[in-house]
């Protein structure tokens, strides 16, 4: 079986040989990949103004023996005119594209992350609170990866630990409140305020129709901010350009 049946989002493209075009897009079952799209620089080609950044896509993908991509055929699902139309919404957009592809490897098995995308996207194309909503994705898309721990077990003892018996905390380690008194120079990380943890995990556990009810302020905001720098800075992940359109535009 070589062809499937995928969704998809695109993240950009260009021309290929003289008609064609490379189309890069995440999808739900091969992560992200390159796919030839034939033709599709011609006026009159069926993928005209569907397979364009930041839609989301059904296609049909002819992959070949030697693993090279075709698209075949694409029915348009979502194109997010919000987010097109405003460009501080587009720079989130962007950069949302951007992480996904610069922190996933083409690989099975990645509906999780692109759902997350897509919610996300469909989530920012509402325009309510779209930064904050970013900042959520963001810590999603890392606990995804495995590079946010899941804070459940003592740095020090290693007994499972309630998270409101937590006494300190890092971007990598929680100790408890026993170990804490013995063990404080164990603990390298930077440390954050106690409250921050705990919401963390509420946006970790709920999806963004109940984190966007969160009275949130500009302090935390700015935690939150530190707390993925840091995250960022500790696994030399690569910065992502359309961020600094972000901050012009917020
Ligand atoms: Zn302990």
Sequence with gaps: MRYFKVLGVVSGYKPKNEYDRLINVFTDYFGKISA???????????????????????????????????????????????????????SIGFAILEIAEKLT??????????????????????????????????????????????????VACNKAIDINKIQIWGIENVMCQECFKNNQDRFKDKIFEKNML?????????????????????????????????????HDLPSINSEKLIKQMI
């Design 198 to 234: 705990r919401f963390i995990n509420f946006i970790l556990r709920n999806n963004y129709e109940k984190n966007l009810k969160i009275k949130i302020s500009k302090k935390e905001i700015e935690i939150l901010e530190v707390f993925l720098h840091e995250i960022w800075e500790k």
């Design 105 to 154: 490897y083409q690989r099975l098995g990645m509906k999780k992350y692109f759902n997350l995308i897509y919610k996300t996207l469909k989530t920012v194309n509402k325009n309510v609170k779209p930064y904050f909503v970013y900042l959520i994705f963001k810590i999603k898309f890392l606990y995804m990866l495995g590079l946010i721990p899941s804070f459940k077990h003592c």
């Design 36 to 90: 030839t799209a034939k033709y599709a620089q011609k006026p009159t080609s069926p993928f005209v103004g569907r397979l364009n950044p930041m839609n989301v896509c059904g296609l049909n993908i002819y992959k070949s023996a030697k693993g090279k991509f075709t698209i075949t055929q694409c029915v348009l699902i979502e194109t997010f005119e919000n987010i097109k139309n405003n460009i501080a919404l587009l």
